[in-house]
């Protein structure tokens, strides 16, 4: 029997993936985070919300940038949905909905996005949290949550 289920796992390998992945990055030198969030499905998901109105605390994709000092003291805090401060506007809109078999890339400034002396960050805290919901089946959720600590 044993020999069979090993026989059974080695022929007929079961990969589990996930339907979206996220990955989360930072470039150094020009101070901008990169997530991208893509769709392994071909199913067409829609980031939360579907606009501001529609909002429900804990049940949005958006990002929250906490930038520390040295001492670990709060400095400045900025939150947002994940698909605002795009350079141009349709990659706003195309930033809402993740299309089949498709990644959306959302491309942040940290250095644009804090008010005050640049000088004076030492770490920015990040927490990520994406929320789709399948346009053909509402009940169809994903949801993931990331927390990061980048030195500035």
Known sequence: MKAFLFTVFVLFPFVAFSQIETHLS???TDRTLVLVVKNNTDKLFRL??????????????FIILRYKDLNNKLLFK??????????????????????RYDENKYVYDLKRLYKGNLNDICSVDIHVQIEAVSLKDKKDVYKEKM??????
């Not at 919300?49 to 049940?59: M, S, V």
Request: net charge positive.
């Open 147 to 152: 927390d990061r600590i980048l030195r500035w």
């Open 78 to 99: 900025r939150s947002f949905f994940v698909f605002n401060h795009q350079h141009n506007a349709s990659l706003y809109v195309n930033g809402m909905f993740l299309t």
């Open 26 to 28: 930072f470039n150094r």
């Open 48 to 61: 939360s919300p579907l606009g501001r109105d529609n909002y429900k605390p804990g049940t949005a994709s």
